[in-house]
């Protein structure tokens, strides 16, 4: 019974040593100034559409630079090598998706078009809920 709990303890030492780990990669830096920007742009009253597009211009291309880094977990999430490698596609993938929602609400902020505002970010939180569902150990 104490091998048990042992190996127990050991798991979860290490599904916590992970979560703390992926706050520390370079891509959680790049996804914590992207959610920033985010955030100013959706909460700063004194940002024109104008500076919101420079904003969200700025995110696009932090996303461009989140493509050099994988997430860690998904040495752990997939066992197979093969299935690692199609994570790893996908993942960029919807990276690829995420950029093209990024340019249209910038492109939708410059239009002053408030329909199409909406709907980038809807986009963007959809992609952004099926990208941390899928390929964050929580």
Partial sequence: MKIKQLLSLGITCLSLISIAHADETELGKIMDEVNDIFKTVKKDATLDNNGKAELVRKAASLYIDSVKH?????????????????????????????????????????????????????????????????????
Avoid: R
Wanted: charged share 30%.
């Fill in 70 to 138: 994988l997430p860690t977990d998904i040495q752990y999430l997939y066992k197979t090598d093969a299935d690692k490698e199609v994570a790893f596609a996908d993942y960029k993938a919807m990276i690829g998706t995420s950029y093209s929602h990024l340019c249209l609400l910038e492109v939708a902020y410059l239009k002053n078009d408030e329909a199409a505002i909406e709907q980038a970010w809807s986009a963007i939180k959809d992609s952004k809920k099926k990208g941390h569902k899928k390929y964050i150990d929580e």
